[in-house]
C-alpha cells in the first residue's frame, strides 16, 4: 500500500520546466510539435500499401462472367437431328496468371518508391519553415530579457540617486523639485520594466506553443556554440535541394516507364465454363467445359502517346531544374544581406565598450556635480540615460549580431 501511494504521488508530480533549453532543441521540439509530422508516416504507409498493390498484380489473376442471350436465329443443319436453342446461357471462371510484362511491375515499383521519396522530402521542407518561427520568438526572449537586464541597472543606480537626493532635501540643501525629477525618472523606467516584461510573457508564450513545451521567465536560453565563430561559406544543404533531386529523381524513373509501356505482355489463362450450349454447339444441353491457353498482348502502334509523355516529363524535369535555381538565387540574395549586417554589428561591437566607457565618465563626474549641488537633477538624468542608452545599444547590437548569424544559417540549412 505505502508503495502505490510513493508510485501515485511521482506519477502525479506536475510537469516540471527545464532550467534551460538550446534553440537547436528548440528546432528538433519544434519540427515533433508539428501536426504535418505525421504526415511523414501516413507517406510511407501509403508507398508500403501502393508497393503491395503493384506486387499482386503478378499474383493469379481471378475472374468471373456470365451472360444469358436471347438471338431470333441459330446455325442449322437441314435434315440434322438436333436444334440449337435460341435462348444460351453461360457462366465462365477464368484464372490469368502473367508469364512476361517487360519488366513493367519492377519499373512501376522504382516509381512508387520515388514516388514516396518525394512525398517525404516534401513534408521535410514544410517542417523546416517552423525554424523562423522558433527564431523569431527565441529571440524575443533573449531581447526582452536584455532590456529588463539593462532596465533594472538603471533602476539600482535611480533608487540610488533618489535616497542621496532626499537626504540633502532633508537637510535643506536641495529643494524638492530635484527630488520629483528622479521620482519621474525612476517611474518611467518602472513602466519600462513593465512593458518588457509582458514582451518577454507574449514570446516566451509563442514559444512554448510553437515546441510544445512550457518555458517560463527562469528557464535559460541557450545559443549554438559555433556562433561566435562564424565563417561565411558558399554552402547550401537545405531540405528543398533534397526535395528538387527526388523531384528529378521520380521524373527518371517515369522516362524509363514509359519505354516498356506498349512492349509485349505474355499470360497464361484457364477458363473453366458452365453454359448451354458448350464448347460444342450442337449439343444442345447444359454441360461444363474448359479452356487453358497463352494470352498475347502488344500494343503495336499508340498514336505517339508514348513519345508525347517522354517530351512531357522532359518538360518537368526542365521546370524543376528552372526551380531550384531560382531557389538558389533567392537564398544567395537573403544571405547577403545577413552577411552585411553580420559585419555591421560586428563593426558597432567593436565601438560599443568604448561609447559606454566614455558615457560613465561623464555620469560618474555629473553624479558628483549633482551631490555637491551644481548641476540640477535634470542635466544628471540625461548623462544617466545616456549611460543606459549606450549599454542597451551594445546589448541590442550583439543579439542583433548573433541573430543575423542564426538566419543566415537558417537559411543555408547550416545549423
Known sequence: MIIALIL???????????????????????????????????????TKLSRVSINRKNYPQLSMSGNATYQNEVTSIPGAPFTISKDQYKLSLE??????????????????RAQGMLNETQTNVQLYSVHNEVNQAFFGVLLARTNKRVLELKKQVLVKRLAMIRSRVQNGMALPGARAALQAELLSTEQQITSVEADQEASLKTLSKIIGRPVNKGTTLRLPADTAGFIAKNQIDRPELKMYAANQHLLNRRMEQTKVINLPRLSAFFQGMYGRPGLNIFKDQFEPNYMVGVHLRWNIWDWGVAKRRRSQLAVQKGIVRTQKQSFLRNVQIGTQRDITDISKYHRLLGKDRRIIELRKQVE???????????????????????????????????????????????????L
Open 95 to 112: 484464372v490469368d496468371q502473367n508469364l512476361f510484362d517487360a519488366e513493367t511491375a519492377r519499373k512501376a515499383r522504382k516509381v512508387n
Open 364 to 414: 560618474r563626474q555629473s553624479a558628483s556635480q549633482l551631490r555637491n549641488g551644481t548641476i540640477t537633477p535634470s542635466d544628471y538624468l540625461d548623462d544617466l540615460n545616456a549611460v543606459y542608452q549606450a549599454q542597451l545599444s551594445r546589448e541590442q547590437h550583439h543579439l542583433q549580431w548573433i541573430f543575423a548569424i542564426i538566419q543566415y544559417k537558417t537559411k543555408t540549412g547550416t
Open 8 to 46: 501515485a504521488s511521482i506519477l502525479w508530480q506536475p510537469y516540471t520546466q527545464p532550467d534551460s533549453i538550446g534553440l537547436k532543441q528548440c528546432y528538433t521540439l519544434a519540427r515533433q510539435n508539428q501536426p504535418i509530422r505525421k504526415q511523414l508516416a501516413l507517406n510511407r504507409k501509403a
